[in-house]
């Protein structure tokens, strides 16, 4: 019995300091510190693909699309759109992010996130801020 409580009484104080060595998971992480995946980009542009060319797209203060083949020389794109991964058109229509497989039947794009022409995801936060993951 002595032998039992005397083993008690040394492990139980290095049970709790080793307890404190180990690495908080992200549930025991308060929410405002828990990483999210999502960084906002720093250029603000995104690729997509057109005719098998990679193209660099930005959006301007008001909305507008933009698209450069080097990054340093931009041009408005005239119908406003740019392909995913998949080959779907998004474009902005009436203050959303709205996709189409065709170019005649728009929806909301959920979440306002696709997948760009290198693998990454992209979406927009509601002041039309570039996130990438």
Known sequence: ??????VLAFCLPVALVMSSFTTPTNNDLP????????????????????????YWYKLDKKGGLWWSTDGKKWAAVSDG???????????????KLVWSTDGNS????????????DGKWYKFDNKWGLWVK
């Open 106 to 117: 728009w929806s909301e794009v959920p979440e306002w996130k696709w997948e760009g022409s």
């Open 1 to 6: 019995m002595k032998k039992s409580i005397l």
């Open 31 to 54: 929410a405002a510190t828990v990483k999210s995946d999502w960084m906002k980009s720093r250029t603000g542009t995104w690729p997509g693909m057109k005719d098998g060319k990679t």
């Open 81 to 95: 759109a740019w392909a995913d991964k998949d080959g779907k058109w998004l474009k902005i229509h009436e203050g």
